[in-house]
């Protein structure tokens, strides 16, 4: 089995930073793509940035130039250095990877349980 387990959620201030992370552990192979999501009260949940296993990033619109995602592919963990945070950052932030067992097996995505990330005035 594989576990995603996120922290770094927390309560901050308007222009504040957190910095999530998402570690993955169990019986991993590989792990192709890290995504991080979120879903606001009463929302769908979005994407918020994606990195492949090589390092290419993709960003929401709405966080390009304040969210930075990364990974240490060694740990099996991904990043997300939030700044400038703004109110309508709020929302539970989860983590997804696709995640290969075994040399040639299908990958196979998983979630994290979410943390909390609530911005203030």
């Known amino acids: 089995q594989v576990q995603l387990v996120e922290s770094g959620g927390g309560l901050v201030h308007t222009g504040g930073s957190l910095r999530l992370s998402c570690a993955a552990s169990g019986s991993i192979f590989s792990i192709n793509t890290m995504d991080w999501y979120r879903q606001a009260s009463g929302k769908q949940r979005e994407l918020v940035a994606s990195i492949a296993k090589g390092g290419t990033t993709n960003y929401a619109d709405s966080v390009k130039g304040r969210f930075t995602i990364s990974r240490d592919n060694a740990k099996n963990t991904a990043y997300l250095q939030m700044n400038s945070l703004k109110q309508e950052d709020t929302a539970v932030y989860y983590c997804?990877?696709?995640?290969?067992?075994?040399?040639?097996?299908?990958?196979?995505?998983?979630w994290g349980q979410g943390t909390q990330v609530t911005v203030s005035s």
């Open positions: 997804k990877a696709g995640v290969m067992r075994a040399i040639g097996s299908s990958q196979i995505m998983y």
